[in-house]
């Protein structure tokens, strides 16, 4: 098995890591799983109005049951003998065969895989939460060994915020945990330094050179310890000391007009500029990086800023090291590797985060068109993948034309809409086009008139009609009977096969039109920015949650099956394909050009750090 690079993996990352990648051919390992926070969390679109869009989809539900699923992880552990092994037993004879166990259970299996992919010199950083920081801290001991245990980071992730009307009975819990690890003694490591604080510069560099203008401080430069610590004894500007330099130095130091006297007989000093002091080395407590909001926001409300995993990549990797992240939601990971001239792997388990990923990719590295497996590619993979899991499956189909996911497992609350897509109709008009997966054989003309019903209610210019399976001549008649509009250019109601997009001979003429990511761009050029949820404001507002499904509540988890995904069999077969954009392009009457918006990298993230460069 060898490991590839650059490369999405729409899949579990347990069978991903188990079955793609080679042990130790990873440097470093960033994780932000799902924190056991009992949340659903959605994907917020906005409409290119700046509406908040009635579009949300689940992304992922981050409530764990214990059941025969994770029983079978836990004697999977068992029967490893390792060290890990005796601790997670233990934990179970602690806390019994609870969701926090489940949890445990499920990450204690990825974290022995993760550390059986890292280089010897390699490192993982676990992002979690106090939740349960402290049972995969010892579960983490266990597997990498005590000794390997390098920082536990604190990173402030949010501002202060008074709970108190919600029912809190407790102080504010604004903190994130990231567990930082090494592989062995040897890791890889560069300084990072922060700014310094300016009361620190007004206190400490409190001199002004006239001429130039620079800041200085005057230090000590004797030498502590004297003769004994081997410090030499001599006379410059008539004070005779030990110093902490040897005579040649200080010589050239006098030279350079470095060493002062305040006045004839006190004791020299040397001037040290602040312009030249790298800054603060960065500790492990983390309060200047913001969370992920305004511009940098892709509405994934679990989304990392990237100036957080810019610092740990940096600290923790070189250039052309590989960074893999096994959780990587809408890839803010393969974004900062992407900019510092690293390798990547990213695996999500849920479509959503790779059309995300994708999109942002497409606008931030417009020259990047990274391999994605474990999407359909053939008419029998998507077959598969809708046997497996209806709501991925719609929501990758939706994506082939470019749609955005929308929809989820509450019954009825789409009226059948699994996607939908932004267009412009002219100068600040957009035209919304609303579309309807089907994943099974039996199709009737009675779907096409439900579809065409829903698009007249939604007030939607267009409705797409997706299918698995060929539709009859008289399902096609009916769409065609609603018409056009823009004066022609375009079907009211359209339908399109999936293996007419696989195979790239779909006739599906659409307008240019927005994605994930240049949606948000346009709705931000007019309206207020969405701020993301808070984890408060997603625990208490209906707003960012759709129900947990009866089935959802009793789901077990299998060892081999995808942590979150209820209900199917796991990922069978994971498929190389590239990305070209919507497939359809090349044989599309007119050609189909998404809207793009280019932000600077620059501006997304940018954070002040200075490094230096070094292996310990
Ligand atoms: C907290 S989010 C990660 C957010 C990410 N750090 C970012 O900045 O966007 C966790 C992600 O893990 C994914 N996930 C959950 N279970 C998974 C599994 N078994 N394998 C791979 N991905 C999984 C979810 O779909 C979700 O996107």
Redesign the pocket.
Known sequence: MQTSTNQLYFG???DVLRHHIQSASIDLVYL???FNSKANYNLLYKEPTGKKSAAQVR??QDTWHWGPDAAAAFDNILESRTPAAGIVRALHSFLGPTDLMAYLTMMAVRLIELHRVLKPTGSLYLHCDPTASHYLKIILDAIFGPTCFRTEISWKRQSAHNDAKQGRVQYGNIRDVILFYSKSERWTWNWLYTPYDQRYVDNFYKHVERDTGRRYTLSDITGPGGAAKGNPEYEIMGVKRFWRYSRTRMDELISAGRIVQAKPGAVPREKRYLDEMPGVSLQNDWNDILPAGGKESLG?A???PLALLKRIIEASSNKGDVVLD????????VHAALGLERRWIG????HV?IQVILDRLKKFFPGEHPAVRGRPEDLEGARELARRDKYQFQWWAASLIGGQARGGEKKGADRGVDGEMFFKRGHNHFGRAIISVKGGDNLSPSMVRDLAGTREQENADMGIFICLAEPTSQMKSTAAAYGSFDEGAYPRIAIVTIAELLQRQSQLVLPPHFDTVTVRDEARKRGPVLKPPTQAQIRREPEFMLSISAKARTRQLLLDE???VAEHRPTTRLLRQKVEGPAFHQRSVVEQRPLGFADSEEEFGAERLTRKRGRR
């Open positions: 579990d990352c347990l932000d799983p799902p992304t992922f994934y679990t989304q990392k096994p959780f990587c939601g809408c890839g803010t990971t695996i999500d388990i849920t985060a995808p942590l979150l």
